[in-house]
Every structure is written in C-alpha cells, then in structure tokens.
C-alpha cells in the first residue's frame, strides 16, 4: 500500500512545513505540494534561502502580500512565492513573510525549502542555517542514505562542519552511526528548530534489499532522541 508523504509527516489541516538538511528537500517540498493541491488543499510553496529556477511549479507569485497571494489561488496549482530570479535561481521572501502568509492567507498549507545543501547527501548547518520561519509546525529533516559508504568530504555539504559534529574524518567514509549522531545534534540536523514544531526524520535514496541493517541502526538511535517525533523512509526505499 501506498503511503502518501501527509500520512508519513502525520499532516494536519493547518501546517507550515519547514525542510531542512540535504538529500531530496526539494523533491519532497514538490510532492507534497502536489499531492495536496491533488486533494483539494491550498498549498503555498517558497524558499527562504535559494532554489532553481527549473524547480519552481504552479503558478508564480512575484510577491509575499498576502492579498496578491491571495488572487494566485485562482489559477490552478500550487501558488509558489518567489521574491527574485536571475535566469537560473529564484530567492524566496524572508522568514517573517513566510509567518505572515501562513498566519494571514487561506492557504491550508505552506511549505518551505529552508536550507541549502548545493545537491550533497548529508550537511551540518554554518551559522547562518537553517533559515526556518518562527511559526513552522512542523520541520522535516532530510538526509540521504546513499552517504553512506562514500567519503564523508564527497558525500557532506560543509564537510568540516559534519566532521566537527560526528567526530569522522573527512577522508573516512560515512556510516549510519555518523548520519544518526549528525541528524540527532542540537547544531546539526536539529539546529533552529522552533519550539513547538514537531520534528519528522525523512531518509531517502534506500534501496530495496540493501540497507536495511543500516537503517535499523539509525533509526534506533533516533527513536532515543526525545525531540525526533517521527522517522520516515522515503520510497523507492519500500
């Protein structure tokens, strides 16, 4: 059975969602925002830090006014608020725009890319990240599984800041004990995460038959981290 990315994020009716980390955001940003517009919802779709312009679906608002948001849910989609382009990245609106779109339009829901991680299976935030608006419900944390393996300095985003974070050497490669204590860290994968937002764990790039064992070993580690209320494996993993 098929299980939609609402059920696995255990959606509500009114949620701001907040992705973070690296290894698939935009991909999953893009499927639920298609998977809800398909149910009838009305889903804003943004980044607070820089997405590529090929990326960017639905019908294009140039503005973060919440009255000009408002006329874009006419046409049919997604309504996706950019702030800027220059032929191959768009800007998004700053955070606090985010907060007052989801506090002052009828979007259902909205959803932002929060973070950047330039195409790279696992990163740690540099002081300016993650970019999360203060009234996100809920942020979901994506890392790839197929970091694992692979030298840490090939595989990260900010290699010296995941090896400051797990202890792993930038030539050793990655193990899902070094994925699990990078997701779990209060300056990594939990970094800025608003008080009352629920946290999910979303792995993706698992391949049927191969990775189980590692995993099993992530997720218990992750299921002992008070803060992490859910985890999540993204298919083609199942």
């Known amino acids: 059975m098929n299980v939609s990315l609402a059920e696995r994020f255990d959606l509500g009716d009114h949620e701001l969602v907040a992705f973070v980390g690296a290894g698939g955001k935009s991909t999953l940003l893009l499927r639920l925002g298609a998977e809800l517009v398909a149910g009838g919802r009305r889903v804003i779709l943004t980044t607070t830090t820089k997405l590529g312009l090929d990326q960017v679906t639905g019908t294009v608002c140039r503005s973060s006014d919440p009255v000009e948001v408002e006329a874009c849910f006419a046409l049919p989609g997604p309504v996706f608020v950019v702030s800027t382009e220059d032929g191959r990245k768009v800007t998004g609106p700053p955070p606090e725009d985010v907060d007052h779109l989801f506090a002052e339009s009828t979007a259902n829901h909205v959803l932002v890319e929060a973070d950047g991680a330039r195409g ?119």
């Open 120 to 238: 790279r299976s696992i990163k740690a935030p540099d002081v300016h990240e993650p970019v999360i608006p203060t009234t996100a419900t809920l942020v979901v944390v994506v890392a790839s599984l197929n970091a694992i393996g692979l030298p840490l300095a090939e595989a990260a985003h900010r290699p010296e800041l995941v090896s400051a974070l797990s202890g792993l050497n930038l030539t050793a490669p990655v193990g899902p004990e070094h994925v699990a204590a990078l997701l779990a860290h209060p300056e990594g994968g939990l970094k800025g995460v608003p008080d009352q937002a629920r946290v999910v764990v979303a792995l993706t790039g698992g391949k049927p038959g191969g990775r189980e064992e590692a995993v099993g070993l992530i997720c218990r580690r992750l299921e002992l981290v008070p803060r992490i209320g859910g985890i999540t494996l993204i298919p083609p993993f199942e």
